[in-house]
């Protein structure tokens, strides 16, 4: 029926582009999607949905006017709107015409109500459209002419006139001048073999440029949406979901079916069976890969809601199908899998939209069913299969049952759930990603932001790339104790200028943002607070994994740390922290790969502080140790009061940790302490107990004598012995042996001497620098890969 009119064409190629609403939605949309068509190979057709809200506004108009109200003020405000949208879009000049065109349609609106002609009126938003395009094109030098669909497309009932529609197509082509016309067709219109002007649904714009495809013998059309593809949910409300290069025809009438946006029920209705290939693409990002649908696509597995349905009862056989009823409905009606549930029940159940439902159950009393249904209104969840053999997990189920799911229904090809209320971001996104094998993300929230938290956020992006092939990193939160900066995907290079513009924020306000962000998510605590450690159970309960830098947490009296495991534990979530006691060297990971290999270990031992190292290494006696202790304060070496070094506590905290990861359940007053300093300068401020600096002098050079004597090394170290009376655990300055593994130490640098059941005779040695912001950053980022590692494992095996 088309070889004749393509002929006739002469082109070697043709191709429909079909731009919505949303691409049309104001000037510089009207101008980005001119660039578009310009930049299209040959002499494009192009199909325009009406602008923006445009539609919305006219059925506002129709409702209004039905129920009796004035329709003046909103005709007004309308008219205002549109004459604005040309007169932004067009110059003075060229914009008059297009004026005067929409006055004309707008001023015969009331005429069109009173004859009950409210396709007329519903037909004006694409009808500016495509005058509106098509000038704009004309007036950057390429010509282009607008046409009505309804000169050409002609519907038998709700079939289409393929060959009135094609000789009518061709005698318009055939009517304009020889010099090369782009063609802007106006979507969603068409007549009926009467001549009366008729609708084709929402989204039926993509309908009228499939239908033109078709009539065309075109060899591709393009969807031009506001998303890149089709995606597995939808993405405004799925973080997870993912986009797909290619769907398959089959799953693409399926989705179109069940009211997906993205597509109109019948829009590849016209292209079955032909070679035109059918491509969705973001006319937000054009330069995006497109998303093909065609015959061979291998199924993928999608999931897509119904916000307000009926659950209908009819019997067994009937006068009408679900589809005949959607056409006329324009709406979708999904036909639910049976139940098998035993009895001898033959009939069917559909799910219709509650807003046409007084008008399907005339429909349906019309074709002689007597419809039963409740009076609820259901949300409708449906998981569309990739295939036959995925099945609703155990874990799926469970979740389902959590969330109140009021009926199931499943067969090979799909399952529908129903719920009577409206399901959370979050709990979709739980749903999805049971449902379809993706990608996994993880949401990353950002505690403290001095040295090492900045420059665990400045390599961040490079940890989002390598990792980016197998799972979602997103930054969505960095705050300290003042400032919180939130929101989906951060960009970490940007954090220091975005926190200092940010606002204050409360616990409470955090732990809700937090709570509503979809999938995994990690807290990293780079504080060195014990307080906001303290309130690691909430965030746990906010669905947080924790990667802790902080000592404080891992250190907490035994009854607090043990509610956070336990915490952990009820809520299936992990706790990494093994920069809190080397840095970057990874004892902690060591220590547990031991034991989880069977190991016993039997000791452990080291120098736990890169300052106390780099002291004592350096006092060789040239000078007083507290000309060291300036020259590191100096250098950034010491804490703000060099006494939280020198008291030992933060090597008895780290002992602490070590011995907690064994499983030993001690406290800190268990670990004998003795610290580098003599008792008198504990008191008072740093700046008094300077001024007594002589009496730390005498103490050390009296201990370097001692073990110059004996030509030994001074260290001060961290042991802890597991006997068969317990444990014993102690920190104190001691001398060693210049052959023993604590003495082969250079300044700064941290060791652990691990003795084992496997490492008795020669113990396992781990030596580095224990201290630095770039290898505790790199610390936090190893543990950061090892949660990654975890998700993607987790997501990998999960039964579908």
């Not at 609708?199 to 440029?209: E, F, V």
Request: charged share 15%.
């Amino acid at each position: 029926m088309t070889q004749h009119l393509t002929a006739a064409l002469n082109r070697p190629a043709v191709e429909v582009h079909k731009f919505g609403g949303s691409s049309l939605a104001s000037a510089a949309r009207f101008q980005a999607v001119a660039d578009l068509v310009q930049q299209q190979c040959g002499l494009p057709w192009v199909v325009v949905s009406a602008p923006g809200d445009t539609t919305d506004a006219l059925l506002a108009l129709l409702a209004s006017y039905d129920n009796g109200d004035d329709i003046k003020p909103l005709l007004a405000q309308l008219t205002t709107q549109l004459q604005q949208l040309v007169t932004a879009t067009l110059s003075a000049q060229a914009a008059m015409p297009v004026i005067a065109k929409l006055n004309s349609w707008l001023e015969q609106v009331p005429r069109w109500l009173t004859c009950r002609q409210s396709n007329e009126v519903l037909a004006i938003g694409e009808l500016l459209s495509a005058s509106l395009l098509a000038t704009l094109l004309t007036e950057q030098g390429r010509p282009a002419a607008a046409i009505d669909a309804r000169d050409f497309l002609v519907f038998q009932d709700t079939n289409p006139n393929w060959q009135q529609s094609s000789l009518l197509l061709a005698e318009i082509t055939a009517a304009t001048p020889p010099s090369p016309l782009i063609y802007v067709v106006t979507g969603y219109i068409g007549r009926n073999q009467q001549g009366a002007s008729i609708t084709l649904g929402r989204n039926g714009s993509d309908y009228s440029a499939t239908l033109l495809a078709a009539l065309l013998a075109a060899d591709k059309v393009s969807i031009w949406t506001d998303v890149k593809a089709i995606y597995s949910a939808d993405p405004r409300k799925c973080a997870s979901a993912k986009p797909y290069s290619k769907v398959n025809e089959r799953q693409a009438c399926q989705l179109a079916a069940l009211g997906n946006p993205v597509l109109h029920a019948r829009t590849l209705a016209p292209l079955t069976g032909s070679s035109t290939s059918l491509l969705v693409r973001s006319a937000l990002k054009p330069e995006e890969t497109a998303c093909e649908v065609v015959a061979d696509a291998p199924a993928k597995a999608f999931l897509t809601s119904l916000a307000s349905v009926r659950l209908v009862s009819l019997p067994g056989r009937l006068a009408v199908n679900a589809d005949t009823l959607a056409e006329q409905l324009q709406s979708p009606v999904v036909v639910l899998p049976q139940q098998h549930d035993g009895s001898d029940d033959a009939s069917q159940r559909w799910l219709i939209p509650s807003s046409v439902w007084p008008q399907a159950a005339t429909l349906l009393q019309q074709y002689g069913c007597h419809p039963l249904t409740d009076t609820f209104n259901y949300y409708a969840l449906v998981w569309l299969k990739a295939s036959a053999q995925q099945q609703v997990s155990y874990f799926l189920s469970q979740l389902l049952q959590q969330l109140e799911v009021q009926n199931a229904y499943e067969n090979d090809q799909l399952a529908v759930w129903l719920f009577k209320r409206e399901l959370t971001v979050t709990e979709l996104n739980k749903i999805h990603q049971h449902c379809v094998v993706t990608k996994p993300s993880l949401h990353l929230l950002v505690a403290g932001t001095g040295n090492v938290g900045a420059e665990f956020l400045q390599l961040l992006p490079g940890q989002i790339e390598t990792l980016g092939n197998a799972i979602s990193i997103q930054l969505a939160g960095v705050f300290n104790s003042r400032q919180a900066w939130l929101g989906e995907q951060l960009n970490p290079l940007q954090w220091q200028s975005e926190l200092a513009a940010a606002n204050s924020y409360s616990e409470p306000e955090l732990l809700a943002y937090i709570r509503q962000l979809p999938g995994p998510k990690v807290l990293v605590d780079i504080t060195p607070s014990r307080q906001f450690a303290r309130q690691y159970p909430d965030f746990i309960a906010a669905g947080c994994h924790i990667i802790s830098a902080n000592k404080q947490g891992v250190t907490l009296p035994l009854v607090e740390y043990n509610a956070i495991r336990a915490e952990l534990a009820s809520n299936h979530l992990s706790w990494r922290s093994n920069t809190t006691v080397g840095a970057g060297i990874p004892v902690q990971q060591v220590v547990q790969g031991l034991l989880q290999s069977g190991d016993k270990i039997k000791r452990i031992s080291g120098v736990f502080s890169g300052t106390l190292s780099w002291l004592l290494c350096k006092f060789d006696g040239s000078q007083p140790f507290s000309g060291l202790l300036a020259e590191a304060a100096e250098l950034g070496f010491t804490e703000p009061d060099p006494r939280d070094d020198l008291s030992g506590i933060d090597v008895q905290r780290k002992l602490l940790v070590l011995a907690r990861e064994l499983g030993l359940s001690m406290e800190l007053e268990q670990i004998s302490l003795q610290p580098l300093m003599p008792a008198a300068l504990a008191a008072g401020s740093w700046a008094e107990a300077w001024l007594q600096r002589d009496l730390l002098d005498s103490m050390l050079a009296n201990a370097r004598d001692e073990a110059n004597t004996a030509g030994k090394l001074l260290r001060y170290a961290a042991s802890l012995t597991l006997t068969d009376h317990g444990p014993e655990a102690e920190v104190k300055l001691l001398q060693v042996a210049p052959d023993e593994p604590l003495a082969a130490l250079a300044p700064c640098d941290n060791i652990f001497v691990i003795e084992s059941q496997w490492y008795c005779a020669n113990p396992l040695v781990l030596k580095g620098p224990g201290a630095g912001k770039q290898v505790t950053a790199g610390g936090i980022h190893a543990d950061l890969a090892q949660l990654c590692q975890q998700l993607i494992l987790t997501g990998a095996s999960r039964e579908v």
